[in-house]
């Protein structure tokens, strides 16, 4: 039986995730999300896909994380027409994210046309419409977590909690039958334990191949009592000044829903009476409606709490939603005395772009940046201690003071990595995708010394680069990029 592996994405950088599985012909692609980043990023979504769409038999999509789910409409576009099997609640949200997805690549066809029509040059299209997303939504497949299914001939799936965001699966594929069976783990991405809301990510009991990110592969989070400590104080710094926002790019799905949680658990003990804290994302809001009706899929302290505080739901407790545009520039004229959550996570679009614009020259302000920030992302910049930052085309100095908190992260660090590798019986064959090439080396190493006694064949995987299933036991595959 032939069984290859190959990577399309998330191969020494943290977005795009794409890889495909093929056995005896079938093809099953795991996740199809959109490459973000800079600008020179943003248009490799636009290359056409390195393999034949119409012949992937079926999709696993490991969350609805747009760097995982966000070239599902282009896949469709391009001729896929099998199923795509998920967790139920990432077909909810990936109902809010493409469609939000649909209506800014809208936008950024309609400016970039402005600017084409002056050179005259030919309109262009945008990636995906909100038709290519409600053809890709009919042809998704809910299942539950620890449900078993038959995505394509000798393919098993079974999905577990990766603790991630809402519906973060790892993905347990069965291939091939009796004694030549392999078993593929793909980790998606991996959550962390003892955060807020969601379960503790699943440990696996084995693996032949494992699949996994590496996103922190480099590095160990800030403990959580230090990280719920210094945003404490954070407010109390802002609190003794009495002037200035602050404000919290945060990813719309999982980030936001933490923030939301945190604010209600500690406001008193962080004096947050007096500010106004804004969720001030349409898609955001959404989300968050999803996290409060699958209450099932929240662990145990968070129905503990809810239930300690009937008709108080944590989420919604003491925050204000800012659903429309023009509530939203209302709070552009505000100049002390809001919280801010607001997309994107990175600073790349969203209305956080506005309140940056009006708030980044004051140095009374505070920027909370308390999420991965890609290369080439304005985040990033902000994090690298740019002086300025660009924004609609001006350039805006940076005065606010920033501070990166980075034990907000729902990515598993160095450490959380280990341990997760370390409960799968044996030291099976490890393949690093989504992180960056430091980080990924720096794991590869630490990895390689877990199996003293057998050593742990390892690899970081590259573009379009093919692994043969069958020769994992002779698997000697090094980073040549």
């Not at 945190?262 to 007096?274: G, I, N, P, Q, V």
Request: hydrophobic share 40%; aromatic share 6%; glycine share 8%.
């Amino acid at each position: 039986m032939q069984m290859t592996l190959e990577f399309f994405g998330a191969t020494q950088e943290v977005t795009g995730s794409c890889h495909l599985l093929t056995i005896d012909g079938r093809q099953v692609l795991l996740d199809c999300g959109m490459i973000q980043g800079g600008k020179q990023d943003a248009l490799r979504n636009h290359d056409p896909f390195a393999f034949d769409a119409s012949q992937v038999h079926a999709v696993v999509l490991s969350h609805a994380h747009i760097d995982h789910s966000g070239r599902l409409p282009l896949l469709v576009k391009s001729g896929f027409k099998g199923p795509i099997f998920t967790h139920k609640a990432t077909v909810e949200l990936c109902d809010i994210m493409l469609r939000d997805a649909a209506m800014l690549q809208f936008r950024d066809a309609e400016r970039i046309n402005k600017r084409r029509a002056k050179n005259q040059l030919d309109p262009i299209e945008p990636l995906f419409t909100e038709e290519d997303v409600a053809l890709v939504m009919q042809q998704f497949v809910a299942l539950d977590y620890g449900e078993s299914c038959e995505v394509a001939p000798h393919v098993r799936l079974c999905l577990s909690d990766a603790g991630h965001i809402l519906g973060s699966a790892i993905v347990e594929l069965w291939l091939g039958q009796t004694a030549e069976q392999k078993k593929l783990v793909f980790s998606g991405d991996l959550g962390r334990a003892g955060m807020p809301i969601l379960h503790d990510p699943t440990f696996i009991d084995s693996a032949d191949l494992v699949l996994m990110e590496s996103t922190y592969g480099d590095r160990l989070h800030r403990s959580w009592p230090d990280t719920l400590a210094e945003l404490k104080a954070i407010f109390a710094s802002t609190i003794k000044r009495s002037r200035g926002n602050i404000l919290l790019p945060a990813f719309s799905v999982g980030r936001a829903q933490e923030l939301l949680y945190l604010f209600h658990l500690y406001a008193k003990e962080w004096d947050l009476s007096r500010w106004r804290i804004c969720l001030d994302s349409p898609m955001a809001i959404r989300a968050t409606r999803v996290y409060v009706e699958n209450y099932n899929l929240m662990d145990e302290d968070f129905k503990r709490f809810t239930r300690l505080s009937p008709g108080q739901h944590p989420l919604l407790s003491n925050v204000d939603f800012i659903d429309s545009t023009e509530e939203s520039m209302e709070l552009n004229q505000i100049h002390e005395g809001l919280i801010i959550i607001a997309g994107s996570g990175m600073c790349n679009g969203g209305r956080i772009r506005c309140h940056l614009a009006h708030n980044l020259a004051n140095s009374l302000c505070d920027v909370i940046i308390c999420g991965y920030q890609a290369m080439g992302t304005p985040g990033r910049l902000l994090v690298d201690g740019a002086d300025s930052l660009t924004i609609h085309g001006n350039p805006v100095p940076v005065k606010a003071k920033l501070h990166t908190i980075g034990g907000l992260s729902a990515h598993a660090d160095q450490a959380e990595l280990l341990n997760w590798y370390r409960h799968i019986t044996g030291t099976p064959s490890v393949v690093l995708v989504h992180g960056e090439s430091e980080a990924q080396k720096v794991l590869l190493s630490t990895l390689q010394q877990l199996g003293e006694s057998a050593p742990i064949e390892s690899a970081i995987a590259e573009y379009a680069n093919c692994l043969d299933l069958n020769a994992l036991p002779k698997l000697v595959w090094v980073n040549s990029r």
